[in-house]
């Protein structure tokens, strides 16, 4: 048993995963057993993207074998099994996030998730948009908050409506330590303010948001709140209900599940407010040669052929994180974290970037190696079998703040073991006597 902090950094005593345990789980992924250039792979990339267990694979598989049809059109059993499956998919991402499967729309990836909801609060700002929709129009004197730690996708997406409805973008600085700070949020969240999107987790510091702080400020204000959990759904209990966000987004990709599918929350009746993004087929009531009148959400922002196998594979994956148990995967990965930057601190000529060792944060480390460019760090560590993410992480403001151009990432997830980072902290500690620095 181990304690670890929750992300409203209450203490919570929770039974961490084993050694054995991930021994056990390791057993599910058949990538992890393969060797990259004679080395048996460690892979700390899954804050990039996430390995499949084979139950999403074979979900994946299954339904092309045994059910592949479109859904929500079709009158034969193929169509109705199709959408009985892809629906149930949404119940089950539904349940994972605390919200009603009406409030679950499907997207590509939390990419799409932020432009879907940029676009559809752009075309609230244009002529005709409806009353409905005037609760999202933006203009001059308005402002879109965001933080300095922010993904780029959660950033230009902001900074493009801004430019087009004439409002202003301003950001939460990110202090020394990097942690948001909250005095500087107090005067920067005003009642000019009418969104404030942050990320729950940074994906290069490791910083854990005080979510339900920034809730209540955006709150009082009467400003929405946007939340990218790309870095939090996947490892640690996520209830959108309980955090009192408006609207959410995340990637399969990163919890286990394929590419080329992801999820938007949205409180129900937002969304039902909100315009479309997309329009055409499988999103209307009745459409004339002049007019279209669109379903409610989510089917109002599903235009066209839908992700079916992708989203019944995202089930799958969200059923595998469920069976384990978020808790304990959280638990897990705070640990690997915390000997991440603990062994990192101790490597001479290593910077480790994000909360110091102790502090809160997700299983990730990013950190600059005095005199060695992290490119050269990346193949160094890829020589050894260990992969990792190098550059600016799409956060190049972060990175500039930081006084870097790139850094190097280690990102952990289910399957690492204890292991898995030792090896990894005795290969970066070799990375400078090899290149002379
Ligand atoms: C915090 C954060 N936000 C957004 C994204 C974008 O995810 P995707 O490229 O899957 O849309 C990422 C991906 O790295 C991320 O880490």
Not at 211 to 238: E, F, I, N, W, Y
Not at 240 to 265: C, E, N, R, W
């Amino acid at each position: 048993m181990v304690f670890v902090p929750t992300s409203e950094s209450q203490a919570v005593l929770t039974p961490a995963l084993t050694d054995d345990e991930v021994l056990r789980i390791r057993n599910d992924f058949p990538v992890l057993s393969r060797s990259v250039g004679g080395h048996p792979l460690i892979y700390l990339d899954s804050g990039a993207t996430s390995q499949n267990p084979l139950s999403v694979i074979e979900a994946e598989q299954e339904f092309y074998e045994q059910r592949n049809a479109a859904v929500h059109r079709g009158a034969h059993l193929l169509a109705v099994e199709a959408t009985e499956s892809f629906e149930d998919a949404r119940e089950t991402l539904a349940a994972f996030l605390g919200a009603g499967a009406d409030e679950i729309i499907w997207t590509s990836n939390a990419t799409e998730g932020l432009n879907l909801l940029s676009y559809a609060f752009l075309n609230s700002s244009l002529p005709g948009a409806g009353a409905p929709a005037a609760r999202f129009a933006l203009g001059a004197g308005d402002e879109i908050v965001v933080t300095e730690m922010e993904h780029h996708a959660n950033l230009i997406p902001w900074q493009q409506l801004a430019e087009r409805t004439g409002a202003s973008l301003r950001f939460i600085p990110v202090d020394d330590a990097g942690v948001l700070d909250l005095e500087a949020a107090g005067g920067i969240i005003s009642p000019a303010t009418r969104v404030l999107a942050f990320s729950h987790a940074s994906n290069v510091l490791g910083t854990i948001n005080p979510v339900k702080k920034l809730v209540a400020m955006a709150r009082q204000v009467g400003a929405l709140t946007v939340l990218d959990a790309c870095q939090s759904a996947p490892h640690l209990p996520l209830d959108v209900q309980d955090l009192g966000v408006d609207f959410a987004v995340l990637s399969g990709h990163k919890m286990l599940g394929p590419t080329g599918i992801g999820v938007l929350y949205g409180r129900s009746e937002l969304l039902n407010a909100l315009p479309p993004f997309l329009t055409g087929g499988s999103m209307i009531t009745t459409v004339t040669m002049e007019r279209a009148a669109f379903l409610p959400a989510p089917q109002r922002f599903e235009a066209g052929t839908q992700k079916v196998s992708q989203a019944i594979a995202l089930a799958a994956a969200a059923n595998y994180l469920t069976e384990t148990g978020m808790d304990r995967v959280h638990a897990w990965e705070s640990l690997l974290g915390q000997r991440l930057v603990e062994g990192l601190a101790t490597i001479p000529g290593v910077r480790v970037l994000g909360p110091a060792p102790g502090q809160e944060r997700i299983g990730l480390a990013s950190f600059d190696v005095a005199g060695v460019h992290a490119h050269d760090v990346g193949q160094f560590l890829d020589s050894k079998g260990i992969a990792v993410r190098v550059g600016h992480h799409c956060a190049q403001p972060l990175h500039r703040r930081l006084g870097l151009t790139a850094s190097t990432r280690a990102s952990t997830y289910l399957y690492n073991t204890t292991s898995d980072v030792d090896a990894f902290l005795a290969a970066v500690a070799g990375v400078r006597a090899y290149f002379g620095a």
